[in-house]
């Protein structure tokens, strides 16, 4: 807040020393530097910054380009003014846009839901983002964690699992599947690779099982709603 106040200080230079001679376009010419240094302390100011004070720039921005613009008309549209107010509101609108799409960037954020609960629980916190399914941050180091907790996880929990449920759990095996075919040529183990072989053939099954179950279950539940 402290540089904001500045800005606004640079641009409240008194025009004292105007000579009675030519006194108004003396101060159209004031105006028009007042615009221009203006938008160059603005432009100098932190993003964040300029995002907490974004209602106070913009509203003074208005007050300054109004100014300015007016005072083309005392200086007889002096071609020079001119150029610098048009350069100054070109460098104002990239400025302006930059802290739009900051702000909209945090609000979309703001109204995303935080985490995704059951793709942690099986990845660990944060790892899967939204629908992306690229598995990009598992490796051959750590690949064989991934597949244990991964089935850790559903065998732990796989009574609780709804059919909308394990249609999810489905997308991610095979996604984590599809991530194992490019790991392997980065160097996975034979060890490793065997292990995780394992953990697949325990799963398979049991994944196959719960759901027949569990379609047999909506379908009995929607039997009994038509009922």
């Known amino acids: 807040m402290k540089r904001f106040n500045l800005v606004l200080g640079t641009v409240l230079v008194a025009a004292g020393a105007v000579s009675c001679k030519d006194e108004a376009k003396q101060t159209a010419e004031h105006n028009v530097d007042h615009y221009v240094v203006f938008v160059d302390s603005v432009n100098g100011l932190d993003a964040a910054e300029r995002a907490a004070n974004w209602a106070a720039i913009d509203a003074e921005h208005q007050r300054r380009v109004s100014e300015a613009e007016a005072a ?52 660990g916190p944060g790892n899967v983002v939204g629908n992306d399914m690229t598995f990009a941050w598992v490796n051959k180091d750590n690949i064989l964690d ?82």
Do not use: C, H
């Open 146 to 227: 991934v597949y244990t907790k991964f089935y850790e996880t559903f065998d732990a929990e796989k009574d609780e699992y709804t059919r909308q449920d394990l249609d999810k759990v489905k997308a991610w095996y095979e996604a984590l599947d599809a991530r194992k075919n490019t790991v392997e040529k980065e160097g996975l183990s034979s060890s490793d690779n065997g292990k995780i072989a394992n953990i697949k053939l325990k799963f398979a099954p049991k994944f196959r099982w719960e759901r027949m179950t569990a379609k047999g279950e909506e379908n009995k539940n929607a039997k009994e709603k038509a009922n």
């Open 72 to 123: 083309l008309t005392a200086l007889e549209n002096d071609e020079a003014s001119a150029k610098r107010i048009e350069e100054s509101k070109t460098k104002y609108d990239g400025v302006k846009m930059a802290a739009e799409n900051e702000a909209k960037a945090k609000a979309e954020a703001a109204a995303t839901p935080a985490g995704n609960p059951m793709a942690d629980k099986f990845f």
